[in-house]
């Protein structure tokens, strides 16, 4: 339930601190007061929509706080836990909003988005306001509210898990039947890639080892030609060109002429250094033979290796798919062929699975449709036993079930649930939304309200003068069944009618004060001779009389 709701400076609320209990408290107040403003902060902290105004007027910004303590176990508790926010016995949610229009939202002080603040909030709150009573004629939500009211949670489960099943078959019995229809499309294309990948029997990680062998070959070629070609200068074929070593030897034997005891001395150094470059010659073209000759150059292999390669690779891009992914294209395009050949005798699996799973599900719904009927009777008669003292006497509730079209069956069964209601005698039950008045609506939403209390796993209602327009025996009728759907959930209660609000167990009186230039909203409990004075200010008006005091001490002693 809500046990505590904090609003800081929101339209004419600058400090506010609320306190709840369980059961019914009532909220009164003159209009104007500013009962909406509570109504519109709560709605903040829910995820309502932010606005701009609501930012009280001098201040940069407004903030609530709604503390909430629901039962163990809650739906609460494991949402908060799927976004990784711990809440252990208490929910705290919170939303600051700026004067610019800019909000924050957090859970348990955790940032979270304004969607997931409206998730917690519609699994924390119910708020039914003055007019939020026709969401009541929405046919949409009629089959949940029977079913919570007599439909045993096991059987509605299992109907939603037999159309999962029945949906997952027929969806893969389709997904076959394309794909085997795609296959015979394709099916001579698919023979001919087979044919010609097969043949090319690519190979996972070929393409680097490839790569990394055309690469060392290439290298090998490079050194092989290299040392072919050095040798080649030092030992040319053309013996009239000659070769370095023999241009030393005749360089060497032009110096020996001026070598003797009268030649010139100038010439034995140069000697020298030619004698030691011939040496050094005659040694690099032996180390050059023995490295040609251990060069393993092979053209041949290096072609066949290219050859791979740029197979490998022109069938990659005509296949619009990377090299490595060549053996698990082959392997899908057999399959795909392999299917065409077998798709038959699958199809056939598929389809008596599917039938099967459909045949499941009919029989999950149609044990669901007779226990909503019986469900169906008995909510009829409960809603019935609530009119008369609610003014609807005349009036006929009626809960109408139709077998739904197949192509609209779904995870709530194959019935069509449908809330109809007859205001006057003889007259056919008909929409609530065509034949109900406003009113008439509002009466009918509390005693339906009456008779699921019990069955709302939703712990806090708010009902926003539901009490209006209505007095005398049928507002003290209201009041009897709001305080007994406050013995089920906590009920909170904006109320300007004195019958209903005399059976509040809490009663919070919200007042505006002009003080220091500016109008101010402030919320007071009440108790004993101040309650009594409430109830009788809003029995006579303006001017509160002993007769008037005297009726609300009845309608107290009554309550």
């Known amino acids: 339930m809500l046990t505590a709701l904090s609003i800081r400076d929101v339209v004419l609320i600058e400090r506010l601190d609320l306190i709840f209990g369980p059961g019914l408290t009532v909220l009164t107040g003159e209009t104007g007061a500013g009962k909406s403003i509570l109504l519109d902060s709560l709605g903040l902290a829910l995820g309502a929509r932010a606005e701009s ?189 000659g070769s370095p070593a023999a241009s030393l030897r005749a360089a060497g034997r032009a110096l020996q002429r001026l070598i003797g005891p009268d030649g010139d001395g100038a010439a034995t150094p140069v000697l020298a250094l030619l004698e030691q470059a011939e040496t050094a010659l005659a040694e690099a073209e032996t180390l050059l033979g023995r490295l040609s000759d251990g060069a393993q150059a092979d053209p041949r292999l290096l072609e066949r290796t290219e050859e791979r390669l740029f197979a490998l690779r022109a069938a990659a891009r005509k296949h619009g798919v990377a090299v490595a992914e060549l053996p698990a294209l082959l392997a899908a395009m057999r399959a795909r062929l392999a299917a065409i050949e077998t798709g038959e005798a699958e199809i056939a699996g598929l389809r008596r699975a599917a039938a099967t799973a459909r045949a499941a599900y009919a029989t999950a719904c149609a044990d669901l449709s007779t226990v909503r009927r019986d469900a169906a009777t008995r909510l009829d008669r409960a809603i019935a036993r609530e009119l008369p003292p609610l003014k609807l006497e005349r009036a006929r509730f009626v809960i109408d079930i139709l077998p739904l079209p197949e192509s609209d069956w779904g995870a709530q069964g194959a019935d069509q649930v449908r809330f109809l209601i007859a205001t006057n005698p003889g007259q056919e039950p008909g929409p609530l939304g065509r034949v109900a008045s406003g009113g008439e609506l509002s009466r009918l939403l509390l005693a339906l309200k009456v008779v699921l209390a019990g069955s709302s796993p939703v712990p806090t209602m708010v009902f926003d003068e539901v009490d209006s327009g209505i007095g005398g025996a049928t507002a003290a009728a209201v009041g009897d069944r709001l305080a007994r759907v406050a013995e089920q959930v906590q009920v909170l209660l904006v109320t300007h009618s004195p019958q209903v609000a005399a059976r509040g167990a809490a009663h919070l009186r919200v007042a505006k004060s002009a003080g220091s230039g500016r109008a101010e909203t402030s919320v007071d409990p009440l108790d004993g001779r101040a309650r009594r004075e409430e109830i009788a200010r809003m029995l006579a008006g303006e001017t509160v009389t002993e007769a008037a005091r005297a009726a609300a001490d009845s309608l107290l002693g009554a309550a």
């Open 53 to 241: 105004g609501l930012v009280r007027s001098g201040v940069e910004q407004a903030s609530v706080a709604a503390v909430f303590a629901p039962p163990p176990h809650h739906p609460a508790f494991a949402l908060l836990a799927d976004q990784g926010i711990e809440a252990e016995d208490e929910i705290v949610l919170r939303r600051v909003l700026t004067r610019d229009g800019k909000s924050r939202a957090f859970a348990n002080d955790a940032p979270v988005g304004a969607a997931l603040l409206r998730r917690v909030g519609a699994l924390l709150v119910e708020v039914q306001g003055q007019h939020d009573q026709m969401g009541l004629a929405d046919p949409a939500g009629h089959t949940a509210l029977l079913d919570a009211y007599g439909v045993p949670a096991p059987l509605r489960e299992t109907v939603a898990v037999r159309h999962r099943a029945w949906r997952d078959a027929a969806r893969a019995l389709s997904d076959a039947q394309a794909a085997i229809e795609a296959a015979l499309r394709d099916q001579d294309f698919l023979r001919h890639a087979v044919e010609d990948l097969s043949a090319l029997a690519p190979h996972p990680g070929e393409e680097a080892t490839l790569a990394e062998e055309r690469q060392r070959l290439q290298q090998d070629e490079k050194r092989a030609e290299a040392f072919a070609s050095a040798l080649s200068e030092l030992t040319p074929r053309d013996r009239r060109s």
